[in-house]
């Protein structure tokens, strides 16, 4: 996505985010398919350039609009889903049933058939319990299925990580797991994943949990005599244009962003940092005397589309410091404590002055603001601004509280603009309500 000013307004792929706007309701979301596809290229560069196997499983939960899926199932990209009408999505999308895994923290029967139905044969398995769920299902539906067991996170004393430890098994808990698998005719061990967190900073920090799992995998292999087919370091690859932390974004904070990153820095970073995630990995493996090496299996999420996005929204009125925007954290949910993202006016005058302005959401909600002390020029009621970083985690989580979900537009590879998902109605609202006791057909 080439995000520029041109004579002092904001352009997308070339388009206008001013003229763009004319005769669309805000808040409104914009997509560029071209930052969509340089990303997932440039991950795909970054694992061919180390020289081991690699495939890149987008994490659907993130973004799942189907526009999004058929351009990435399209690339040769794989998909994670987390739900049965998310597999039999991604299947209406493109993605062949192979390319398919589904995770869930609790396997329950009725969905893991339903999954299975539409031809997904790849299951993460997070509890040793669950073993035999698959099974049983798998010899129900007749076939084998591919089983990937996920190891713990319990490295690091920070909150998330502790929380994030209650998913996923111990070393121990991996090597019981894998021995039950190899007892069951439906089940075929596949692989080991684990997840370390979002937007890590340095390929390092996989290190840890990269190397609990390879040395379960050298032990597994030694065991039975079969290497794993994959090894799957989850999501954590980070958008280059985004910072998470307060603290780290506070020289962000501290100046106006009149110029946007540069589309090819962007992708350069995302590129060098898979390529020295897959040659750190490479490096490990082989010390760990896996041979041949699993290939290395990504799962990015924010990597792929958070970039690809802007939100663009109006302002409706100014009180002292606060700007009152027609978006709210219903379509950017994640707390600005955690992330800084680029806000930046689509009409800008080079000569405005900068004071620190506070943004706030469309809801009563006292916790709905998008931003704080951000440094920009005067902001007046019917200004727009463009949030960026707003591909993932946002339209996936979007909320109906005190309003409905913006409608979404897509850039295409010609510049025009293509409507990929409606703005909410009324009728949205009683769309799957139930029929009045009685009326039932």
Same mark, same amino acid.
């Given at each position: 996505m080439m995000l520029q000013y041109q004579n002092g307004v904001l352009h997308l792929d070339g388009v206008s985010l001013? $003229? /763009?706007? /004319?005769?669309?309701?805000?808040?409104?979301? #914009?997509? +560029?398919?071209? %930052?969509?596809?340089? &990303?997932?290229?440039a991950l795909a560069a970054g694992l061919a350039g180390a020289g081991v196997p690699g495939r890149i499983r987008y994490c659907a939960k993130s973004n799942h609009e189907p526009a999004l899926l058929t351009r990435l199932a399209a690339k040769g990209a794989d998909v994670l889903v987390s739900h049965a009408a998310e597999a039999g999505l991604a299947r209406d999308c493109g993605f062949k049933a192979e390319? !398919? =895994?589904?995770q869930k923290p609790v396997l329950a029967e009725t969905e893991l058939r339903e999954v299975l139905g539409v031809g997904v044969g790849h299951v993460h398995v997070l509890r040793p319990a669950d073993i035999d769920l698959v099974e049983t299902c798998a010899a129900a539906a007749g076939r084998c299925v591919k089983v990937s067991?996920?190891?713990? &996170?319990?490295?690091?004393? +920070? @909150?998330?990580? %502790? #929380?994030? =430890?209650?998913?996923?098994?111990s070393a121990a808990e991996a090597c019981a797991a894998a021995a039950r698998v190899r007892?069951? %005719?439906?089940? &075929? #061990?596949?692989?080991?994943?684990?997840?370390?967190?979002?937007?890590?900073?340095?390929?390092? /920090?996989? !290190?840890?949990?990269?190397?609990?799992?390879?040395?379960?995998?050298? /032990?597994?292999?030694?065991? =039975?005599? $079969?290497?794993? =087919?994959? !090894?799957? $370091?989850?999501?954590?690859?980070? +958008? @280059?244009? #985004?910072t998470q932390g307060a603290w780290p974004g506070l020289r962000q904070r501290l100046r106006h962003d009149a110029d946007p990153p540069e589309a090819a820095d962007a992708v350069e970073a995302l590129r060098r940092f898979t390529a020295d995630l897959a040659l750190v990995y490479r490096e490990r493996a082989k010390r760990a005397g896996l041979e041949p090496v699993p290939a290395l299996t990504v799962e990015p999420g924010r990597a792929v589309a958070g970039n690809a996005a802007v939100l663009v929204t109006r302002v409706g009125a100014v009180r002292g410091r606060w700007a009152f925007l027609d978006a709210s954290r219903n379509h950017l949910p994640e707390s600005p404590l955690l992330f800084t993202r680029r806000v930046l006016p689509v009409v800008l005058a080079a000569s405005a002055p900068r004071r620190f302005q506070h943004l706030s959401g469309a809801t009563l909600n006292t916790t709905d603001v998008l931003d704080l002390a951000r440094c920009l020029p005067p902001l007046q009621p019917g200004d727009l601004l463009a949030l960026c970083d707003a591909g993932v985690y946002s339209l996936a989580r979007a909320s109906r509280y005190a309003g409905l979900t913006p409608a979404a537009y897509l850039v295409d590879e010609r510049g025009v603009l293509q409507c990929i998902r409606r703005a909410e109605g009324r009728a949205d609202l009683t769309a799957t309500a139930a029929p009045p006791e009685g009326e039932h057909g």
């Open positions: 001013d $003229v /763009a706007t /004319a005769g669309r309701e805000t808040p409104f979301f #914009l997509f +560029s398919a071209s %930052r969509l596809d340089a &990303n997932f290229a390319c !398919i =895994a589904f067991l996920r190891l713990c &996170n319990d490295r690091g004393f +920070s @909150p998330l990580t %502790r #929380l994030s =430890a209650r998913l996923g098994m007892e069951c %005719r439906h089940l &075929n #061990l596949h692989g080991l994943h684990f997840y370390i967190g979002t937007q890590r900073r340095t390929p390092s /920090a996989f !290190i840890p949990l990269l190397d609990r799992a390879l040395r379960i995998a050298a /032990a597994l292999q030694t065991a =039975a005599g $079969v290497p794993l =087919a994959e !090894i799957d $370091v989850g999501g954590g690859i980070p +958008s @280059p244009t #985004l």
